[in-house]
T-cell receptor, first 113, second 109 residues
């Protein structure tokens, strides 16, 4: 069966520090991968999506970047965190080729202090 | 106007009440998701619908494609149902998810 792992669950980081959040998928090949962010009191916003290794599309300009070094690995990074980067980050995958169904990770709550 | 609108934004009810949360959308979709987000932030996928009705335990989700409307119902509500319920639609044009703002549900004992 397909599963998705996202870690860590919570993270407190100082302003200016780097960030690396990792998401891995098991039980499927060539998934579409997504990073979403939910700022306090707001809905989820798509940050990045990837349809293949090394292929990253950015939806909004950010202090963040994403990479897909392996087929089932999606990493969200920042070189220097800002206070405004605080929020809830969610990884998800869907079948390639337009198939139905999203599966969501458990999320990471990031607090930048 | 947002492409996905949920109502109500907030809902407080007594334990045992029948709960209805609504989702309306204005774009062509290939599927609609209902998700639950607990206070700690974790998100659980409840249903994915493309037509008709689905039931899982005390939860029922319906969708009317012609009216571009979906409802999530909770029967015999319980305090543990307290969470934010989110509707998201999968755009037919680019397969991306468009998210509603969520409905915060509080069930009082």
């Amino acid at each position: 069966s397909q599963t998705i792992h996202q870690w860590p669950a919570t993270l407190v980081q100082p302003v200016g520090s780097p960030l690396s959040l990792e998401c891995t998928v098991e039980g499927t090949s060539n998934p579409n991968l997504y990073w979403y962010r939910q700022a306090a009191g707001r809905g989820l916003q798509l940050l990045f999506y990837s349809v293949g290794i090394g292929q990253i599309s950015s939806e909004v300009p950010q202090n963040l970047s994403a990479s897909r070094p392996q087929d089932r690995q999606f990493i969200l990074s920042s070189k220097k965190l800002l206070l405004s980067d605080s929020g809830f980050y969610l990884c998800a995958w869907s079948p390639s080729g337009g198939g139905y169904g999203y599966t969501f990770g458990s999320g990471t709550r990031l607090t930048v202090v | 106007k947002n492409e996905v609108e949920q109502s109500p934004q907030n809902l407080t009810a007594q334990e045992g009440e029948f709960i209805t949360i609504n989702c309306s959308y204005s774009v062509g979709i290939s599927a609609l998701h209902w998700l639950q987000q607990h206070p700690g932030g974790g998100i659980v996928s409840l249903f994915m619908l493309s037509s008709g009705k689905k039931k899982h335990g005390r939860l029922i989700a319906t969708i009317n494609i012609q009216e571009k409307h979906s409802s999530l119902h909770i029967t015999a509500s319980h305090p543990r149902d307290s969470a934010v319920y989110i509707c998201a639609v999968r755009s037919m044009s680019n397969y991306q998810l468009i998210w509603g703002a969520g409905t915060k549900l509080i069930i009082k004992p």
